[in-house]
């Protein structure tokens, strides 16, 4: 965990759908899209949790934006150093 980093923090500011003790899905606040957050801070889960947390993601993210209407964004723009991802509908903003 590290103090200055608002994804540690895990305040509830917009709808939070999911949480257990890998990972917590919310709407992201700047973007307004479901994102899976690790609770370990770093950049790099090992690729079973990163899967498991996909999966949690892909169940709210089935519900929220429709059966398959959306895919996975994990390029970590703006907090690089702490595992989120996106599920992004086919009409989101996208910034490479």
Avoid: K, Q
């Avoid at 257990?20 to 899209?33: F, R, Y």
């Avoid at 899976?36 to 993210?61: F, K």
């Amino acid at each position: 965990m590290s103090l200055d980093c608002d994804l540690c923090e895990a305040a509830v500011i917009t709808t939070r759908y999911f949480e257990n003790e890998l990972c917590w899905i919310a709407d992201c606040e700047v973007c307004l899209v479901p994102m899976v957050v690790w609770r370990e801070h770093g950049a790099s889960p090992p690729e079973p949790v990163r899967l498991e947390m996909h999966e949690h993601l892909s169940h709210v993210a089935n519900r929220e934006l429709g059966e398959d209407n959306w895919s996975i964004d994990d390029h970590m723009r703006n907090i690089p150093d702490h595992y989120h991802a996106h599920a992004r509908p086919p009409y989101s903003w996208r910034r490479a």
